[in-house]
T-cell receptor
Framework: QKEVEQNSGPLSVPEGAIASLNCTYS??????FFWYRQYSGKSPELIMS????GDKEDGRFTAQLNKASQYVSLLIRDSQPSDSATYLC????????????FGTGTQLKVEL | NAGVTQTPKFQVLKTGQSMTLQCAQD?????MYWYRQDPGMGLRLIYY???????DKGEVPNGYNVSRLNKREFSLRLESAAPSQTSVYFC?????????????FGPGTRLTVL
């Protein structure tokens, strides 16, 4: 079992819809979770971090964390074509210090 | 404030050649990282440096060496390049503490080994 798992996609949603991206992790003791966005040919950039169970909202983005079920999700409301990118889930595993373990990413396509 | 810079942006090597990828950050971060990214494999950690003077292996260290020259600079060396090292290499640095931990990535080096 991979430590951090994501569906590779592509996930296609129409413009204006809600995009839902999911990530599961194997280390029950993990405490820090991150979502990065990566446009084709570019480097990853952090869009959300979450540390506590529940929802965290930032503009059109909402991160959701459920430690009991070991999943973290990212919702993008009112999806725009500019949201088309690969979204990487990253987890700081127990005992990992300042290292992050990344999932393989989910490709999101927002269609007009 | 340039953030994280990497040189070169592109490189083509022949099998067996050596090269050093350079990374520098001007954000006074303690921790720095080298990743490689391959299609379908996500980002995999090669080496990291928690602070100046320390380096540790990551998930895929074989075939690479690193040097943390000072707080700003962290270089990655391929002693004898192999086609399996064809990849995109990203350097990152970390600011930690308070309510968030953020890794900042450089623009990447696209390496092809023939």
């Amino acid at each position: 079992q991979k430590e951090v798992e994501q569906n590779s996609g592509p996930l296609s949603v129409p413009e204006g819809a809600i995009a839902s991206l999911n990530c599961t992790y194997s280390d029950r003791g993990s405490q820090s979770f991150f979502w990065y966005r990566q446009y084709s040919g570019k480097s990853p950039e952090l869009i959300m971090s979450i540390y506590s169970n529940g929802d965290k909202e930032d503009g059109r983005f909402t991160a959701q964390l459920n430690k009991a079920s070991q999943y973290v999700s990212l919702l993008i409301r009112d999806s725009q074509p500019s949201d088309s990118a690969t979204y990487l889930c990253a987890v700081r595993l127990t005992g990992g210090g300042n290292k992050l373990t990344f999932g393989t990413g989910t490709q999101l396509k927002v269609e007009l | 404030n340039a953030g994280v810079t990497q040189t070169p942006k592109f490189q083509v090597l022949k099998t067996g050649q050596s090269m050093t990828l350079q990374c520098a950050q001007d954000m006074n971060h303690n921790s720095m990282y080298w990743y490689r990214q391959d299609p379908g494999m996500g980002l995999r950690l090669i080496y990291y440096s928690a602070s100046e003077g320390t380096t540790d292996k990551g998930e895929v260290p074989n075939g690479y060496n690193v040097s943390r020259l000072n707080k700003r600079e962290f270089s990655l060396r391929l002693e004898s390049a192999a086609p399996s090292q064809t990849s995109v290499y990203f350097c990152a640095s970390l600011v930690a503490g308070g309510s968030s931990d953020t890794q900042y990535f450089g623009p990447g080096t696209r390496l092809t080994v023939l």
